[in-house]
């Protein structure tokens, strides 16, 4: 089974940056897709950006033109390139993976926190 654990996560100022890391302990190459959910208590987890085997990316309309998906199938990583942070973006972030047709596999997260 492969294991994903999230990186990068912390305290930053609203309109700063940060990286999230995803680290899956085997290959993620025939993996239909990666992606970053994120959740606040109380709300459903969100899908915030996602990206196919084959590179194709899609985000959700709150974090377009501000996050960046990426990956790196050699190092099996997978990467979320957060600028501009607001304060509503202050979550705990998990990285999934759709090895299929459902998002299945999870790891622990990472809190993200925009201050105002």
């Known amino acids: 089974q492969v294991e994903l654990v999230e990186s990068g996560g912390g305290l930053v100022q609203a309109g700063g940056s940060l990286r999230l890391s995803c680290a899956a302990s085997?290959?993620?190459?025939?993996?239909?897709?990666m992606g970053w959910f994120r959740q606040v208590p109380g709300k459903q987890r969100e899908l915030v950006a996602a990206i196919s085997s084959g590179g194709d990316t899609n985000y959700a309309d709150s974090v377009k033109g501000r996050f960046t998906i990426s990956k790196d199938s050699a190092k099996n990583t997978v990467y979320l390139q957060m600028n501009s942070l607001k304060p509503e973006d202050t979550a705990v972030y998990y990285c999934?993976?759709?090895?299929?047709?459902?998002?299945?596999?999870w790891g622990q997260g990472t809190q993200v926190t925009v201050s105002s």
């Open positions: 085997g290959s993620i190459f025939r993996f239909n897709a």
């Open positions: 999934s993976a759709k090895r299929v047709y459902t998002w299945d596999l």
